[in-house]
């Protein structure tokens, strides 16, 4: 007996040798005593079965037969999950939740082992619950391994005892033990009242009620009735119980045991058999050992008093379990406990309740952030999902106004060419150009200028005529470049649109069309024509709509000189071993801003055919032609748009004597300088096209043709 480990003798021993002295067969006793207590656990067992099958029903526990083995109880335990019903069914909500598990696969003894989700859950939550309840507990590996259901017998009767005492309608705090009442079920074990001997054995102790401890003595008159005596040495076997309660409760089980042993030697012995010395020695030893266990239990009361207070008595065991399941060092210094003195005891004690105390303080603390953490969780859980709610809301409302946007750009870009082609697709602007230096102002003919009318003075037989001309406007000989090209630049946007636009500048030699449309040799911002200022304004109009509308723009420049079209972006060499090129062929130089285009037109320039004649000596005597192309593509939908601006610097017009130029070159004038050629080109857009046969009108058609199809603006 474990008992016998912690007495300084083995009180087993000692009556077993007394009576072998005495020619008894102490085996034989042994035998009987283990059959009894054999035949004693077996129908504590079907005790509990029944009541088992009773609380939940022959259906609800078919894994548990009447009258199990122990192995069969065991397994018919092992899911938990009969356990967890008969807890709910006598204490609602104790397990809130039950693992449920096939059954077949659980009594089967050689089948797989339970899961440990269902060991845990199901087993862990009926003993914490069990726990609660103060009721004997088991060790999870009961129900793993055999020879060890005594244990969970003791739970299932301690759980049946509790629910009779609910029964009852008791209310409070019930104690295990204290609120049992015997009953058949515990087996009284009776000696003759005839016997001489065991009626001098003193009376054990433990079988009055010990005041304050929570194990309670049963007060039945029965003689030798060790029915909780048995019961409290089982729950003390049962729990983890610690230092100076685990010796206490150590020296009741022996002497308990003592008494239990000593009656059950002897009840079916004769006064005769049993002689006087053995007699007086056993009442010795009986006497010597409940001493000892009386001047223990009043040392552990005295401590229990002093350190607890109002402690309760059964709270104070049920912490120090837990702080024996806690901390399992604790419980290796607490064996040791013997060897120290009592104030050492008293003081290690007080400090592992202050411990186990705080630990479950800060247990309770931890608890409680994790509730509060979970709190804040789900409520940034929830803001998290109506932010992304109202993020959706937003986007769709975006994405709704995004497609009225559009829809309302391009609405916004078939008025805009509406009202450009109410103004006119064929404009026509008259600039006239100041005195240049030297020159002698009383000289103009210009009578006066009136909106877009200009009246010209003309000398005539009758004196001084009059003749008056419409455009769409005037610029008089004090217009800036800025004046000239605001009524130009609209037709950039239309560009951008996706229309065609060609801008022309038709004179006489020296009237100030390179001018007009580049702008004078030394080139500032004011003077800049109107093919920068068309440049500038197309440049920023693409970065102004690159969010909505990707555009790339290339530009070609061509010169029409001595009845050839020539490319002025290629290379000397490459321009004077071309007979002339088709217009389809020049090269298309991409570009990326202004300065990339004026670089161009620089060159153009340098490779344009320059003859010094009388009126100009920049006159020229080509056409030369600026094509910026233009390709757009909706960043929303895809679309693309082509438009081109063509700039147009004619050669000049005048009148071949007053160029005094000769020979060749008077021949080339008077074919291609006339006004007649520019009316040519302009009523290739006319709907009634005239054909031509001249080769010079005849590039300008095929130069013009692609360009200035569909609804061109001139
Ligand atoms: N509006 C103006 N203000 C001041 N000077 C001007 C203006 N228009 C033209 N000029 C000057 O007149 C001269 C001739 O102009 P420009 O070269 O532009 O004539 P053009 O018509 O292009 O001649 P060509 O037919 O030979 O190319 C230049 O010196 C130019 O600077």
């Known amino acids: ?309 109002s402690c309760d008595n059964k709270s104070l065991m049920r912490q120090t379990s837990a702080s024996a399941k806690v901390d399992q060092r604790n419980v290796t210094l607490e064996k040791k406990a013997d060897s120290l003195p009592d104030e050492e005891l008293e003081r290690r004690y007080v400090k592992h309740y202050t411990i186990v105390d705080q630990q479950q303080r800060d247990i309770k603390n931890l608890k409680q952030t994790l509730l509060t953490t979970k709190a804040g969780m789900q409520f940034m859980q929830m803001k998290f999902h109506e932010e992304m709610h109202n993020i959706g809301v937003h986007i769709n409302g975006l994405a709704h106004a995004a497609s009225g946007y559009h829809r309302v750009l391009e609405e916004n870009r078939k008025l805009y060419n509406q009202v450009q082609d109410l103004k006119g697709s064929i404009r026509v602007y008259c600039r006239v150009r100041p005195f240049l230096p030297g020159q002698s102002s009383s000289a103009s003919s210009v009578d006066h200028i009136e909106d877009g009318t200009i009246t010209i003075s003309i000398p005539s037989k009758n004196g001084r005529g009059r003749k008056s001309f419409n455009f769409n406007k005037v610029f008089g000989s004090c217009s800036t470049q800025g004046e000239v090209f605001s009524d130009t630049q609209p037709l950039i946007r239309s560009v951008l649109d996706g229309f065609n636009v060609c801008i022309f500048a038709y004179g006489q030699t020296g009237s100030g069309k390179t001018y007009t449309m580049t702008g004078p040799n030394n080139l500032t911002e004011q003077s800049q024509g109107v093919n920068y200022r068309a440049l500038g304004d197309l440049f920023l109009l693409t970065e102004q709509r690159k969010d909505i509308i990707h555009y790339d723009v290339s530009v070609q420049m061509i010169e029409i000189y001595n009845e050839q079209v020539r490319d002025l972006l290629v290379s000397d060499e490459i321009r004077s071993a071309s007979q002339g090129l088709t217009v389809p062929d020049a090269s298309l130089v991409r570009v990326a801003s202004t300065c990339d285009v004026i670089d161009l037109m620089n060159l153009g320039q340098k490779n344009r055919s320059v003859g010094a004649t009388a009126l100009n000596d920049r006159s020229s005597r080509s056409h030369s032609c600026l094509t910026v192309h233009v390709q757009g593509r909706d960043v929303a939908s895809g679309a693309i748009l082509r438009g081109c601006m063509h700039l147009v610097d004619l050669a000049g017009s005048e009148r071949v004597n007053k160029s005094e130029v000769t020979g060749d070159r008077l021949k080339r004038l008077s074919t291609l300088t006339s006004l007649f050629q520019l009316w040519v080109m302009l009523s290739l857009l006319l709907p009634k096209r005239m054909h031509m046969s001249h080769t010079v009108t005849a590039n300008l058609h095929s130069f013009f043709k692609t360009h200035l199809e569909g609804k061109p603006k001139l």
């Open 1 to 309: 007996m474990a008992a016998d480990g912690a007495l300084p003798f083995s009180v087993t021993s000692v009556v077993e040798d007394v009576l072998q002295q005495h020619g008894n067969n102490s085996r034989s006793r042994n035998l009987d005593l283990d059959a009894r207590k054999a035949e004693e656990a077996a129908r504590r067992r079907y005790d509990a079965a029944a009541w088992i099958r009773k609380i939940v029903g022959i259906v609800g526990a078919k894994c548990l037969p009447a009258e199990p083995s122990e192995e069969e109880f065991r397994l018919g335990l092992r899911s938990g999950m009969i356990l967890c019903n008969v807890l709910n069914k006598i204490q609602p909500g104790a397990v809130p939740k039950v693992v449920e598990s096939p059954c077949d696969s659980a009594i089967t003894s050689d089948g797989p082992a339970l899961s440990a989700y269902q060991y845990f859950e199901n087993v862990r939550n009926f003993l914490v619950a069990v726990q609660e309840l103060g009721i004997p507990l088991f060790e999870a590996s009961d129900l793993e391994q055999g020879g060890k259901s005594s244990r969970i017998v003791n739970c299932v009767l301690g759980l049946k005892s509790y629910s009779d005492w609910k029964q009852e309608g008791n209310t409070g705090v019930w104690k295990f033990g204290g609120n049992i009442k015997s009953n058949a079920s515990v087996k009284q074990i009776v000696r003759k009242n005839s016997e001489p001997f065991t009626n001098s054995l003193p009376r054990s102790i433990y079988e009055k009620p010990i005041n304050g401890a929570c194990i309670e003595a049963e007060t039945n008159k029965t003689v030798g009735n060790l029915c909780l005596t048995e019961e409290s040495i089982t729950f003390i076997e049962n729990n983890e119980f610690s230092g100076r309660y685990i010796k206490q409760l150590f020296s009741l089980q022996s002497s308990s045991s003592l008494s239990m042993l000593v009656r059950a030697i002897l009840t079916d012995k004769k006064p005769e058999e049993v002689p006087n010395l053995v007699e007086s020695v056993l009442n010795k030893v009986v006497q010597e050992f409940e001493q000892h266990v009386a001047s223990k239990i009043e040392l552990s009361k005295a401590t229990t008093d002093d350190s607890t207070g």
